[in-house]
């Protein structure tokens, strides 16, 4: 306090003295926000949101659900039958919109709804695979890409969890090899690779 009252040159040390040092303080401060083994701060956490470990919709859960480099774990447990086709994208694509008449290449993975069976996935067959969406079945499956009134169409780059009632599944027969029952409802995650 003496050297801030004084007026010769001792005064005017003292200042500066005082103003390096806060200077300094404020400088060690920021240079060690930016060191690799400081904490992150506040701003850049916010900054950058991170998907959840898992991601759930009505009945379904994905693990590591932004990981488009990997085949989805697909959890499904649901005693109650949809009604309509129910869509929810994990990832939003920003490429290409699918149209009901596009070719898409895709990776999927089908389970049951009731139960979470595997049925099919292209992950276990080589990788994506390619076709006319006309062509597709089951039609939920298709209109799921494709869109539908309500669902808008998938964009590349993008992962959907699509819940499809018997109706727009395999229907009152199933598949002929039993994987999927008479009347019950499937559940498939897509990832949207590419569209012609």
Not at 66 to 89: E, G, I, N, Q, Y
Not at 124 to 135: K, R
Not at 143 to 170: D, F, H, N
Request: charge should be positive; charged fraction near 10%; hydrophobic fraction near 45%.
């Amino acid at each position: 306090m003496a050297e801030r009252r004084g007026t010769g040159s001792g005064g005017v040390t003292g200042l500066v003295t005082t103003a390096v040092a806060l200077g300094a303080v404020v400088l060690a401060g920021c240079s060690s926000a930016k060191s690799p083994s400081a904490a992150p701060s506040t701003l850049s956490s916010s900054a950058a949101p991170t998907m959840p470990a898992q991601v759930s919709f009505n009945g379904v859960t994905l693990d590591s659900p932004a990981d488009l480099t990997a085949k989805p774990k697909v959890v499904a447990r649901s005693a109650t039958a949809p009604a309509a086709l129910l869509a929810k994208d994990v990832v939003t694509g920003t490429g290409a919109a699918a149209t009901p008449t596009s070719t898409v290449t895709v990776q999927y993975v089908g389970v049951r709804y009731a139960d979470g069976a595997q049925f099919d996935a292209s992950w276990d067959h080589g990788g994506a695979v390619s076709f006319p969406l006309q062509q597709a079945l089951p039609a939920g499956f298709r209109q799921g890409i494709g869109g539908v009134a309500g669902t808008e169409p998938m964009k590349v780059g993008g992962r959907r969890i699509l819940i499809l009632p018997a109706a727009l599944g395999y229907g009152p027969t199933g598949t002929p090899d039993g994987s999927i029952p008479p009347n019950a409802p499937i559940v498939f995650v897509v990832d949207l690779v590419a569209v012609k």
